[in-house]
């Protein structure tokens, strides 16, 4: 089973940044399409940005010029670069992989963005 670990998260002021990282414990992740989701209380979780294997990029639009996700298939990571935070920002972040009927996430971890 692939266990993803991420780190990163933290308290920023408005405006600033942050560079969440997310590690695959296994070989699979270069195979695999890669995914940042966020949920902020009393909301469902939600589409950040996603990477697939090929390097075809999504973005939701609410980050779309501030947020940057890229990989490293040689380290099994995937990062987030999250520019110009906003107070909406504020969630707990997770990494997702996806790879044949895999379905997997990490444990999370939180941003929280200061007005």
């Known amino acids: 089973q692939v266990q993803l670990v991420e780190s990163g998260g933290g308290l920023v002021q408005a405006g600033g940044s942050l560079r969440l990282s997310c590690v695959a414990s296994?070989?699979?992740?270069?195979?695999?399409?890669m995914g940042w989701y966020r949920q902020a209380p009393g909301k469902q979780r939600e589409l950040v940005a996603q990477?697939?294997?090929?390097?075809?990029?999504t973005y939701a639009e609410f980050v779309k010029g501030r947020f940057t996700i890229s990989r490293d298939n040689a380290k099994n990571t995937v990062y987030l670069q999250m520019n110009t935070l906003k107070p909406e920002d504020t969630a707990v972040y997770y990494c997702?992989?996806?790879?044949?009927?895999?379905?997997?996430w990490g444990q999370g971890t939180r941003v929280t963005v200061s007005s």
């Open positions: 296994r070989s699979i992740f270069g195979f695999s399409i």
């Open positions: 997702n992989l996806v790879h044949g009927i895999s379905n997997i």
């Open positions: 990477i697939t294997s090929g390097g075809t990029l």
